[in-house]
């Protein structure tokens, strides 16, 4: 059996009450420093003392570890936005340049279609470009052309803006983790620690 319980059963039993609660690690820590500090004699104000020394001392390094790390992966996260969002407008690009691509390919098919169709009505004594069927054919052919252009632009301008709102909507996040980071400061964080530690040993809690 420990020798402090033994001397000090109160104050062991509370101490072995607190470790086993039910709050986190920190919190027990901080419930077993006050109870060994409670033990009388020159040993719970010694260790009383060196407990509040180091938490002065690591404390503002603790906080300002963590709001660095907090501020880094909020700049990391607003940089892969910044990415995605790139991404995204250089597709909408793409899209935008393979619907005219693909509507130049229309227009010369076409015009390769009304060349043929204009040598088969001469190689056949038919008036080129005169009226009735002859010129109804050659009409067909620029009407098609017309519709699949139409339709080809149509569907790279939807595809363009789609891929164009989602590049925003990653900028927007990309601005928000920038604002969420640009507000964390290491130096305030760990400036504030301190503080609340030396007003906490100022003003010590009535146990």
């Known amino acids: 059996m420990p020798s402090n319980q033994f001397f000090y059963p109160s104050s062991y039993a509370q101490t072995q009450g607190q470790a086993t609660g039910t709050g986190s690690t ?15 004699g020159g040993f719970g104000t010694g260790f009383k003392v060196g407990y509040t020394a180091g938490n002065i001392l690591t404390g503002p390094f603790l906080s300002y570890r963590a709001a ?25 690009d793409d899209a935008k340049r393979a619907g005219l ?9 076409a015009g390769q279609a009304k060349s ?9 004594g038919v008036r080129v470009e005169g009226s009735g069927s002859s010129a109804e054919v050659l009409t067909s052919i620029d009407i ?14 939807a595809q363009s803006w789609g891929y164009r709102r989602t590049a925003v909507d990653y900028s927007n996040k990309a601005l928000s983790y920038e604002c969420a980071a640009n507000g964390i400061s290491p130096w305030a964080a760990a400036i ?3 503080v609340g530690s030396l007003t906490s040993v100022a003003s010590p809690s009535k146990e």
């Open 116 to 124: 043929s169709a204009k040598v088969r009505q001469a190689a056949s």
């Open 101 to 109: 691509n693909q509507a130049a390919a229309i227009g010369y098919q």
């Open 68 to 92: 660095k790390q907090e501020k880094r992966s909020l700049q990391m996260q607003a940089d892969i936005a910044n990415l995605q969002s790139a991404s995204y407008h250089t597709a909408a």
């Open 144 to 157: 098609s052309k017309e519709m699949q252009i139409n339709q080809v632009i149509a569907n790279s301008v």
């Open 192 to 194: 504030t620690t301190l």
């Open 26 to 40: 920190s919190e027990a820590i901080d419930a077993n420093a006050n109870a060994m500090g409670m033990i009388p």
